[in-house]
């Protein structure tokens, strides 16, 4: 399971594997006081086309779209958070205040149709008798 929260949101008990998405640390928070697993500034979008989105809802397709190009050209970046989420729960932590337009929403969403793909296949039992 992926989900996606604000850093300046409180820890949950079921916040799993929590990892940073974002390129610059949170205005606000110190280093010590984010409870966070890891922090994968590689995973977050270019500086270029983070400047680009400018958080600016109505340019939030064409940015969703540029960034699962860089997502897919990158895939070093983010197959160990596909391991974490198989495994059982992965946050993912954003610092901007948008909930719904943001990398993280994103990335969520690219890695959810990336493990969907890669789904276990049939097992050769479906198959019986079929030879």
Not at 42 to 55: G, Q
Not at 90 to 95: E, P, R, S
């Amino acid at each position: 399971m992926i989900c996606c929260k604000r850093v300046y949101q409180p820890v949950e008990d079921d916040d799993g594997y929590r990892v940073l998405v974002d390129r610059l640390w949170p205005r606000g928070v110190s280093k010590s006081r984010l409870q966070h697993d890891e922090w994968l500034r590689e995973v977050a979008p270019s500086t270029e086309l983070r400047r680009e989105f400018a958080h600016r809802p109505e340019a939030f397709a064409a940015f969703g779209e540029a960034y699962r190009r860089e997502l897919a050209a990158r895939p070093e970046y983010w197959q160990g958070l596909l391991a974490r989420a198989a495994a059982g729960k992965l946050t993912l932590l954003y610092a901007t205040r948008d909930q719904e337009h943001n990398n993280a929403c994103v990335l969520q969403d690219f890695l959810e149709d990336e493990l969907e793909r890669r789904g276990t296949g049939s097992s050769p039992v479906c198959y019986a008798g079929e030879l």
